[in-house]
Structure formats: structure tokens, C-alpha cells
């Protein structure tokens, strides 16, 4: 306990009068009325003052409907959503990776009917509507499938207002720092170390974040010796300058978990996550308690219940909401404002190169409580190369969050043209 604490609440304290609406033009959090939701609005109650969770809306209807909802997909790794409004205008999205097959029927099964017919700016209540239909699936593909809706119905806003998402949500395309995100524990310490050292060089990344110990590890590295390796290793290939994060992707139990943070306090490390099992809050609460370095998880979270009881009890010093498995980006700023009022920096997960960075960078630029930097990926992934335009590029350290209406970017024909196509429309809904 101590220093670190402290600070977030001073922090919280200074901040939090400033910080009950959006910054920008057009996009207000507002109170959520029951009888518009059935009472689901207070799973993410801010207990402190007694009011309801509040979500983004749109001030200014569109006047649209959305009259045709079509997804795209390959394989099972990759899936787009197209939604086209009355008025022909549409908005790219896209399911969360990894069995994006499966998201994409359950997207036409059971998210795109509480969607056709509607107006795009009833965004927030047309995306707790189909949760609520859908509460006997809690909620991996629920919310995978309402991700893809939801972040296209974003870009369709954005092109509608004739502004980048970024600027919807009141931040400001530029730049943005990102971290150089290793997602490989077969790597040995001394060949990460020089794969990271490189890439400093070459890209001049701010931060990396290396794996430690395994994934839902038992207290067990991926081999005897490589955490207490590539600790050293890295801090001593990279020097002091820059800022080194670990992930432990749920591998240990407190005890273990505080042996290693307290070897990563030593080396200068800045941030553990993920030191436990993520459902195992109390775990990673007397683990984020024990350690004066920064403790961060949340990116497989999907309830928001769960994250109001994470948030409360400061499970976490980051929060990290995939916007991609929480179900799109209208409810990952409902917990990153819930964060925001507990003096919590937001560092969404985006742990691949397709369009979860693309969606996080948008957000990352208009979020008051945004963390250091985005989350990239510097694994070679062939599958989330050329499937938009313009593409990442890093340079000095950071990537430019699209300034072009929504998104910013254009889906590449090539891709599509080979793609699976499955359309919903008003008619045969
Ligand atoms: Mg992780």
C-alpha cells in the first residue's frame, strides 16, 4: 500500500469535477433512464453519490435507419461488419479475432434483430437491449458478435458528423505513443532481448512488455529459469530509458505473483498484468496491494457488473477492456468513465494488428484517463496485413489515430472480394 495509491486518489480528486461529460461537441454521458432499459443500467452503479451508470448518446438524432447489417469473414480468424443505413450510407466494423465464424452467427442469430429498423444514434440502448435479450448467454459471443455491430455503427456516426470517432468521443487525431507488445513465451530471454533492443533502434518504441511465466500457469514458467532471465536480460539490453511492462497471462497465485513483482520492482519495471487468474479478484487485489508497481488486467472481462465490483475495490491500478470481447466500444467507455471517477488509468487490450488497435487508438485519443500508450503488437501476422488502408505505421514511437471521417480507413476490395458474405436486412429479419 502507499505512494502509488495516494497518488491515484490525488489524481481522482483533481480531475473529477472536470469530468462529467465528453470534452467534445455533440456526445454527452447522460443518466440512464430505468424505464428505457429495465433497470440494467445500474450494473455499473458509481455507488459513492447514488447515480445510475451513465452512457454516451448522440444529442442530435440522425433521423437514419438501419436497414441492412452484412459481415464478411475468410476463416475463423477474421470477420468485418457492414452496416448500411436508409439513406445509403455505411460504417465498417469488425468481430472480435479468433473464431470470428462463430461471432459472425451469432451475429445474424442473435444481435443484428435488435439493431434493423433503428436509429444509429440510439446506440447505448439498442446495445443494453441486446444484451439483455441475450442474458441467457453470458457473454463471450454475445459480445463478440455486438462488437462488430457496434463499432460499425461508430464509423457510420462519425462519416454522418463528417468527423473521426476520435473527435466524436472529443479527442483530437494525432500521433499517439504506442508499446511494443511481444506476444511469444517460446522466445529465450537473450533473443528477445536483442528482437526488442532492434526495434528501439529502428522504431524508437517508448515501452515493451515481455511474457512472464505461463498462461494459466500454476506458479509454473514456460521453461525452468526464463522469467528470472529475462527480466535481467531485457532491462540490461534496453538500458534504463525505456519503460518495460511483464504479462503472466494468469499464471500465478499471490504469493508467487508478489515473489516475481518484487524482481520486476528491482529491474525497474513499471507494470505487472495479469499476475493471476483474472477471475480470482481478491488474488489480484492483495497482489496489486503488496507491490509499489502499477498491477493492470481486466482484458477478458465482459460483464459489467464485474468490472464495477474490479473498479470498487481497486482490483487493478490499469483497467484493460478489449473493446472487441466487452462488446464494442459504447460499453468500454462506460468502464472507462467508471474508471475515470476512481482515478484509473485506460489502457484498452489490442493485442493484434487488425482493427482492435485501429478502434483502441481512436479511443485512446479522446479518453481523459488514457494510460501512456496503445497496446501494438510486433508479431508478424500476415492475416491482419493489408486488409485496410491506410496501415499502421510506427514512427519515433507512435502511430497516427486516422483523421478521415469514422474509422478512417477503407477495407481493401482484395480481401473482400474473397470473402464469405452473409447479409440480415429489415425484410428478412
Ligand atoms: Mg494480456
Avoid at 59 to 86: C, M, W, Y
Avoid at 166 to 195: A, H, K, N, Q, W
Avoid at 310 to 329: C, F, R, S
Avoid at 374 to 402: C, L, Q
Wanted: hydrophobic share 35%.
Amino acid at each position: 500500500m502507499g505512494t502509488k495509491h495516494d497518488i491515484s486518489r490525488r489524481n481522482f480528486l483533481k480531475t473529477a469535477a472536470a469530468l462529467s461529460v465528453f470534452p467534445g461537441t455533440g456526445l454527452s454521458f447522460q443518466q440512464i433512464d430505468a424505464t428505457q432499459v429495465n433497470n440494467y443500467g445500474d450494473v455499473l452503479a458509481i455507488t459513492a453519490d447514488g447515480h445510475n451508470d451513465p452512457y454516451p448518446v448522440l444529442e442530435n438524432k440522425t433521423g437514419l435507419k438501419i436497414q441492412k447489417i452484412e459481415t464478411f469473414h475468410k476463416n475463423s480468424t477474421l470477420g468485418f461488419v457492414k452496416i448500411t443505413a436508409d439513406n445509403g450510407s455505411v460504417g465498417w466494423g469488425q468481430v472480435s479475432t479468433y473464431d470470428a465464424d462463430i461471432s459472425i452467427n451469432v451475429l445474424h442469430r442473435k444481435i443484428t434483430e435488435h439493431f434493423l429498423g433503428e436509429d444509429p444514434s440510439d446506440l447505448g440502448i439498442l446495445v443494453d437491449r441486446a444484451i439483455e435479450a441475450n442474458y441467457k448467454y453470458p457473454w463471450s459471443y454475445v459480445c463478440r458478435a455486438l462488437s462488430g455491430v457496434d463499432t460499425a455503427v461508430w464509423d457510420l456516426l462519425g462519416k454522418h458528423e463528417g468527423k473521426s470517432v476520435c473527435e466524436l468521443l472529443g479527442g483530437r487525431p494525432r500521433p499517439f505513443p504506442v508499446y511494443g507488445s511481444s506476444m511469444s513465451r517460446s522466445i529465450t530471454p537473450e533473443d528477445e532481448s536483442e528482437r526488442l533492443k532492434k526495434l528501439y533502434e529502428k522504431k524508437g518504441y517508448p515501452a515493451f512488455k515481455v511474457r512472464v511465466g505461463s498462461v494459466n500457469g500454476h506458479n509454473k514458467d514456460a521453461w525452468p529459469g526464463r522469467t528470472e532471465n529475462i527480466i535481467p536480460s531485457v532491462r540490461k539490453a534496453l538500458g534504463d530509458d525505456v519503460k518495460l511492462l511483464v504479462d503472466a497471462n494468469s499464471c500465478y497465485a499471490p504469493t508467487k505473483a508478489i515473489e516475481v513483482g518484487r524482481m520486476l520492482q528491482e529491474y525497474h519495471f513499471t507494470q505487472f498484468e495479469e499476475p493471476c487468474p483474472y477471475w480470482e479478484l481478491e488474488w489480484t487485489t492483495e497482489v496489486t496491494q503488496e507491490l509499489d508497481m502499477a498491477v493492470s488486467g481486466g482484458e477478458q472481462d465482459n460483464e459489467l457488473a464485474t468490472w464495477r465490483r474490479m473498479i470498487n475495490m481497486h482490483a487493478v491500478d490499469i483497467v484493460q477492456p478489449d473493446i472487441l470481447y466487452l462488446g464494442g466500444v459504447t460499453r468500454t467507455l462506460r468502464v472507462a468513465k467508471k474508471a475515470e471517477q476512481h482515478g484509473i488509468p485506460c489502457v484498452p487490450h489490442s493485442a493484434n494488428r487488425a482493427m482492435v488497435t485501429l478502434f483502441t487508438l481512436h479511443v485512446m485519443g479522446a479518453l481523459p484517463n488514457a494510460g501512456d500508450y496503445v497496446e501494438f503488437s510486433i508479431e508478424d501476422t500476415p492475416w491482419a496485413e493489408n486488409i485496410f488502408a491506410p496501415e499502421f505505421e510506427v514512427i519515433d514511437g507512435k502511430v497516427a489515430i486516422p483523421s478521415g471521417p469514422g474509422w478512417g480507413v477503407t477495407i481493401n476490395d482484395n480481401w473482400l472480394d474473397g470473402a464469405k458474405k452473409r447479409v440480415s436486412t429489415v425484410e428478412n429479419t
